[in-house]
DNA sequence: AATGAATGAGGATTCATTCAT
DNA sequence: GATGAATGAATCCTCATTCAT
């Protein structure tokens, strides 16, 4: 009942090939077998080592570009929709944990196009958030004495820092990280007494 | 007694060249053409491709500890020693970014017992540092309804991804960053009524 | 009885690309592309990859072998005859352009027993030829203190090496350059003073 | 005593290996089994396989252009220069036979670039001879009833054709048969009577 | 007749490291 | 201390061909 069980093998045997032990240390040998599939049916799907890679990406920046639209389409009220979304990326990057590490460690891996592609991407996540940050504070929401780049930073820090540190196997859920550290997040920028 | 000796026209090749386009993307034979030496030369000062990563990590480890112990040992109060301890890691990791980019792309390159070596000593920073906040906890400055694993991850955060994003030719100075930033965390951790 | 069969389809796009890029730089799945059916559909038709490059020398060399043996056929003087035969090899050689550029280049990829197959009908033109220039030898036509090899190597160098230098669009048409170039041979090979 | 036995060594296997199979056919495994060298040390003296390629040409063209030059500048009558120049090119083509024989089949082979560098320096060849013609033409000695390109390509055509047929156990020895094509080709071009 | 996924052997190239000089 | 030629294992990728459907 498998749509393309040859692709699907081998995005998963690479994803946790790349993530333990890096992509530049794993052969595309070890991937396919691995996948349990010839190096000949691989490449049947995959142009280069390099597609593994944006494959692997391509999955998890469209499942959050898609979430982050779905939110502010909803129309809530800005710190509602701004909560929203810090809970849905950190909930989303600890889904696609493994996703993450190898992202953070490989982008620069990538073929010039595809990484400006990536690059492209991410940055368009980026400048919604922004956005969205920007708004806020037109309505008095959050600080104004700390430039709104740092703000931003702040936050997608966070999200970067996850695959480091979280393990599904440690003392919080999900949802517990998720909640946590969306609180600290908006705690540090919100607007008050002496922050613009 | 040499000024530029042979090792560090290297070391400063390899930080450039594995900053600019990875560590596993980078040939020795790049490193020493870039350093205007031979290979040969350059097996006489390091042992392997290995070594000069490490070396790398080696001076900014040895630094930002070396400063961490000297902050601690001021003796001053916690709210004071913690901020301190802040801005430093933030304005060393920007005196170093280059080797922060390498470092955060690259550990897991590393052969196994060096990569250990390097975890042990970040473990040991990372363990001061949540010393201090837990005593800062036992004071009642800091909340305690965040577990704190989360909350110094929620630092380290900032530290890791500083080379992502900060460019000294962008328009924050680092004193500005490491400012603005540690205001950002101490705020969101701070206690106060309903933070336990 | 369709104009345009696949066979045909698959041929043409053959000869295109193995006279642009040379027949071991071009890979059946260009070939299948540029003429736009499916692989399966083109090893139904052909048995191998070879099939496709003998094919396009057998269209050739069983055009201009019949229109030798045609020439031939008329009975006309020896002078008469050669003439005809010099001038409809060039003529039907630069008609097959292409497939005189893939041909020269490529028969030693061929395997073995086609290649065999094409040198005997090639050599049975170059005997053809050679008898001919024999009979005119005999009638004090044509020189005889130059081996009767190299006078033949000397003509069959001229058509070789069309596809080198000749193109449609230059300065001279295809029956220009054959009256042009049987006229210099002839010239060359006369009987004369001094020339047995 | 030999200066760089390794470099000589790889080209004369390779060499010999492609005009027997070809340049596509023969594998760099091949050419360093049969030069007796390891393939990291061809890899140090050469590129890539297209250098070796390139390496053969580059022999062969630097020879026959610097015989070239040196004949031109003896300053000759015309006909002396050219009877010269032709005799030489191809006992030097006979010289070069197998370098010849794959040039002409593999120069297509070559990357974009070497292939026009290639081109650059056949064509300079060519044109002095063409303009050796040219004068001669001038100073009534030849014909110009038919183009000088078509003149030009008659003869280049003969060095063309060489490594098909020539043998060096034929009956004709090397200098017999440059002298033989030469008295073909000039007889071919001479001036007379209704050619110009 | 036709499809196109899968095979599997082979090919060119790279590179960290060694070692005789 | 320093050289750079040589090693040899590993790597990514290509491709003609087959075959179940």
New interface residues.
């Given amino acids: 009942m498998k749509q393309t069980s040859v692709a699907d093998d081998v995005l998963r045997a690479a994803l946790g090939l790349f993530a333990a032990?890096?992509?530049?240390?794993t052969s595309v040998q070890q991937v396919v077998e691995q996948a349990g599939v010839t190096k000949g049916a691989m490449y049947h799907y995959f142009q280069s080592k390099d597609d593994l890679l944006f494959a692997i990406y391509d999955r998890m920046l469209t499942l959050q570009t898609d979430h982050l639209d779905a939110i502010v389409a909803r129309g809530e009220p800005i710190e509602v929709t701004l909560r929203a979304v810090c809970v849905d990326v950190i909930e989303t990057s600890i889904d696609f944990l493994l996703e993450g590490t190898v992202f953070?460690?490989?982008v620069?891996?990538l073929s010039q196009p595809r990484q400006q592609e990536v690059t492209r991407r991410r940055r368009a996540y980026h400048d919604t958030f922004a956005g969205l940050v920007e708004k806020g504070q037109a309505e008095g929401l959050y600080r104004t004495d700390?430039?709104r780049?740092?703000?931003v930073?702040?936050f997608?820090?966070?999200v970067?820092?996850l695959p480091?540190?979280?393990s599904p196997e440690?003392?919080?859920t999900k949802e517990q990280?998720a909640a946590?550290?969306t609180?600290?997040?908006l705690?540090?920028?919100?607007a008050g007494p002496g922050r613009g």
């Avoid at 032990?21 to 240390?25: E, F, K, L, R, W």
């Avoid at 705690?187 to 919100?190: H, R």
């Fill in positions: 032990q890096g992509y530049a240390n953070f460690r490989s620069h891996m700390v430039p780049g740092v703000l930073a702040h997608f820090a966070d970067h820092y480091t540190w979280f440690g003392p919080e990280v946590q550290l609180e600290l997040f705690t540090g920028i919100a």
